[in-house]
């Protein structure tokens, strides 16, 4: 099987040099025959890398611990939905997973364009195998994840595996953790084709709009995945880590959050080129970036240059992926400028009050986040190249340098759908200010009134009112004038209004959950914390609660053994229920885990973890954390996730309308008698494209 | 100290790193004095009954465990963390002996460095940490105002005009021409206005 896999990704190589050269040449002598010969390849790769992946999978299975790498990451005691998780949990395998999902990703991006994008496919091809033999070459010839342990049989190497594997890391043992990786790896690995399609629209001298228009759904499921990898990468740290929070800013989150940061600058600013013919040029680079951003993750993660806890192992890898970005990023900045009198604006600005300028400074405070996040990671790598001095840079310091930042955004988010795209007048802005601006400012006041007086947390939540409210407000107008003209209730209209305009009216949706998840960041500013030594009985004040040691148990299973403590939760004297934190020993590795309980409310978490015995073995000691408002950040990442999906359908024009529900002669009757005034901007572009 | 500062300490105090990784792999390394099939094992208490506790809080909220694990001293569960466990109790005596909070922090990071602090020194090269990521937001917000301003005031019509779509060899879309639609985006923001 092994061999078979070898072999595979040998052939995947040679192949992905093949279509490489089948692209160019093609193109050279305008050769079609062997330009479809070149996108044929990229089927034949997928076929190469998938046996492969296949032959690690039935390795892992099949328990096969002659593959040194199935010993490191597995067990027979694994259950078998994380066996099949352990082909992304160690470094050789998460790399075939990547070069797996890129030959996915480039079969259907040139199967589905290689028809409508004659001029350009080539190009694109051949980036994305480019890139895809990058990742192949790896998987081929540095860390192939099918090596083989051999022992010493009287002198004699013979090929033979341990009797039973390492384990999966038992904090991997979480469902959330199983598909966090994935998710993740659809996001980074998902960049790589709007970055194909922007790299070939330069070479091709073409205006810069086309690529624009095809990859848009292609940047907004792979922004999705990348959303939803690190929203469950933040749940499982919640969930398992036991130390109460779900988000570190250790380098490998951050390495995450990056490209996500650019690619979200890039969803917005792409409006402007597509709206306005405007920012061909920082489109580019917004894409660019986000594609090198996902590379520099990954080697972030690999190459040990920055110390994180959940980094793979060090290894000889990190000189190709410097090379690799060195080289693509000189090769694409030099395409760049070369190409800029290509990337004119069309249009000029109406305006400075509008809406590009608002999405303008948009990707400047994203970018700004961006770049602070990068400092950080990076800083303490500086420091010592300069002044010899290892420094942390933890925390404390992202926080204090991104709250600002993200406060800004936040505000920005609100202000934006209330500017008008070319020119805002004043009238019109103190109209849409009014509003939003009075019931906010009402709702900090009532917040001061409750007792809320910290600068940072009541900033953001009269924030998150503004947004909110505005947010509203753009539903209520578009769907009161649906519900005028069509006589459907308001929730009627404002599911029609979105119909016509899911683009718009999903990305409000989004903005939605990214309110909501603010309201659940600023809910940690009022954690609270405690700890105690627990005797059977015994008793732990946490907040208005009571925690009460009830019974510690031991149970067995062959995975793992585990002590559990039993804690009544109570408020005065009704009992709420029975927490149940856990500590594991994982027998085949060896290695303990907290299992934290959880009674989640959306108002607030109570936190239990069981930290071990205490010195002398007699007392439990139990931490408890009093959580606010974290619920409001998963409810909040469902919301994205809704809004991402929602804005992803095309729009239905005329979605609502009664000439398209009823017979002709009610059609007749439904027409309006008089000319309607347009009141419905967002209905009536439509009208005026259609 | 300001609300906003607190706050902000009180966020960081409740989002330290996801360290407990790489502490459960030490642990896993042996070395550890917990039995082998005790899931439990040991942990030395956050804080001894009768000490300074807000203090002692305070103070190991101010130190960043040295196990790697990324966490405060005061919230690395890291059973039997050797750093954690020498450093809290080095705390809790230096408290009892009526040392002060600052005078406690800076004797350690007299013996670690200042890679025991959780965010860089305001000193020398190390405030270019706190100072750059402004630094390139007001630099950036500069240039943005400058490119607005340069799109408003110095892009004539004619100059839009004399710009033309570079021939691709691929056939046009077939929908409405730009001029065409922004007519009526026109329209519908006089109407909009007037509204």
């Not at chain 1, 395998?93 to 589905?112: D, E, P």
Request: aromatic share 12%.
């Amino acid at each position: 099987m092994e061999n078979l896999g070898s072999f595979a990704l040998i052939l995947a190589f040679v192949l992905t040099i093949y279509s490489i050269a089948a692209s160019l040449i093609g193109l050279a002598r305008r050769n079609d025959r062997l330009l479809y010969s070149s996108y044929r390849a990229t089927g034949a790769i997928w076929v190469c890398v998938a046996t492969a992946m296949g032959c690690l999978v039935y390795a892992l299975m099949t328990d096969d611990y002659r593959l040194a790498y199935a010993a490191g990451h597995s067990n027979r005691a694994l259950p078998w939905y994380y066996k099949i998780s352990a082909v992304w949990s160690g470094q050789e395998g998460s790399l075939l997973f990547w070069s797996f999902l890129l030959a996915t990703y480039s079969m259907i991006a040139v199967k589905l364009n290689h028809q409508t994008h004659r001029q350009m496919m080539p190009y694109v091809s051949a980036t994305l195998m480019t890139v895809l033999g990058f990742f192949l070459l790896l998987n081929t010839f540095v860390v192939s994840p099918f090596k083989l342990l051999a022992m010493n049989h009287g002198g004699q190497m013979v090929v033979q595996g341990p009797l039973d594997g390492n384990g999966l890391n038992p904090l991997l043992q979480y469902p959330a953790m199983a598909i966090h990786p994935p998710m993740l790896y659809l996001g980074y690995v998902g960049f790589t084709v709007p970055f194909a399609f922007a790299l070939a629209t330069l070479i091709t001298k073409q205006a810069g709009d086309k690529w624009i228009a095809t990859t848009r759904r292609w940047t907004m499921v792979t922004w999705l995945f990348l959303a939803i990898g690190i929203l469950l990468g933040a749940r499982w740290a919640y969930a398992v880590l036991g130390w109460g929070g779900y988000w570190g800013w250790d380098p490998v989150e951050n390495a995450s959050l990056m490209p996500w940061l650019t690619g979200t600058a890039f969803l917005h600013s792409v409006m402007m080129q597509e709206k306005r013919g405007m920012m061909k040029v920082w489109n580019m680079v917004l894409v660019f970036s986000t594609f090198f951003l996902c590379i520099f993750g990954t080697f972030l993660t690999r190459s040990g240059v920055v110390s994180s806890v959940h980094a793979f192992a060090q290894s000889e890898i990190g000189a190709y992926f410097v090379s690799f970005l060195g080289i693509g990023i000189l090769f694409s900045g030099w395409l760049l400028l070369e190409r800029l009198d290509y990337l004119k604006s069309t249009q000029p600005l109406d305006s400075l009050v509008s809406r590009e300028s608002s999405f303008l400074f948009n990707n400047l405070l994203l970018l700004a986040a961006c770049f602070a996040v990068l400092w950080g990671t990076l800083f303490p790598v500086i420091s010592e190249a300069v002044q010899g001095v290892k420094i942390s840079v933890g925390a404390p310091f992202f926080n204090k340098v991104n709250i600002p930042i993200g406060l800004l955004l936040l505000l920005l988010t609100g202000l934006g759908p209330l500017f008008a795209w070319r020119k805002t007048s004043i009238s019109s802005l103190k109209k849409n200010f009014l509003l939003p601006g009075v019931v906010s400012l009402a709702f900090g006041v009532v917040l001061f009134a409750y007792g809320v007086r910290s600068f940072y947390p009541q900033v953001s939540l009269i924030l998150c009112a503004f947004v909110a409210f505005t947010i509203f407000i753009e539903f209520y107008r578009g769907a009161r004038v649906i519900a005028q003209k069509s006589g459907q209730s308001l929730v009627g209209a404002a599911l029609t209004l979105t119909q016509r305009n899911t683009r718009r009216y999903g990305g409000y949706i989004v903005h939605l959950g990214i309110v909501l998840m603010f309201v659940g960041f600023t809910g940690s500013a009022f954690n609270t914390q405690n700890e105690q030594e627990m005797a059977i009985g015994d008793k732990m004040p946490l907040g208005r609660y009571t925690l009460e040691m009830r019974d510690l148990k031991e149970t067995d299973n062959p995975n793992y053994s585990a002590q559990k403590a039993q804690i009544v939760l109570a408020r005065g004297d009704k009992q709420l229920g029975v927490l149940e934190p856990e500590r594991r020993l994982y027998k085949a590795s060896r290695q303990p885990t907290t299992e934290v309980a959880i009674r989640a409310r959306l108002a607030e978490d109570v936190y239990v973890v069981y930290e071990g015995l205490s010195e002398d073995k007699q007392h439990a000691v139990i931490s408890a954390h009093l959580n606010p408002l974290v619920n409001w950040i998963w409810v909040g990442s469902a919301v994205l996730v809704f809004g991402t999906i929602v804005a992803l359908f095309p729009s239905r024009i005329g979605a609502g309308t009664k000439s398209s529900q009823g017979p002709p002669d009610q059609r007749r009757e439904a027409r309006p008698q008089t000319p309607t005034r347009i009141k419905d901007k967002d209905e009536a572009l439509a009208r005026s494209s259609t | 100290m300001k609300h906003w500062q607190e706050a902000a300490l009180k966020r960081v105090s409740h989002s330290l790193a996801l360290g407990v990784l790489s502490c459960a792999l030490l642990m896993a390394q042996g070395g550890s004095g917990a039995p082998d099939n005790a899931p439990a094992g040991t942990k030395p208490p956050a804080a001894v009954a009768g000490s300074d506790d807000a203090g002692f809080r305070r103070v190991s909220n101010r130190l960043l465990c040295q196990c790697g694990c990324g966490y405060m001293v005061l919230s690395c569960n890291h059973l039997d963390c050797s750093s954690a466990t020498f450093i809290r109790r080095t705390i809790q005596t230096q408290l009892a002996a009526g040392k002060s909070e600052d005078a406690i922090v800076a004797g350690f990071v007299e013996q670690y460095g200042p890679r025991i602090l959780p965010e860089p020194p305001r000193k020398g090269f190390s405030l270019s940490a706190w100072v750059m990521p402004f630094v390139v937001l007001v630099l950036g917000g500069i240039l943005v105002s400058y490119i607005l301003w340069r799109m408003k005031f110095r892009f004539s019509p004619a100059e839009a005009e004399d710009i033309e779509e570079p021939a691709t060899g691929e056939a046009p879309p077939k929908e409405m021409s730009p001029a065409v639609i922004e007519k009526y985006r026109a329209q519908i923001d006089r109407d909009l206005e007037n509204e």
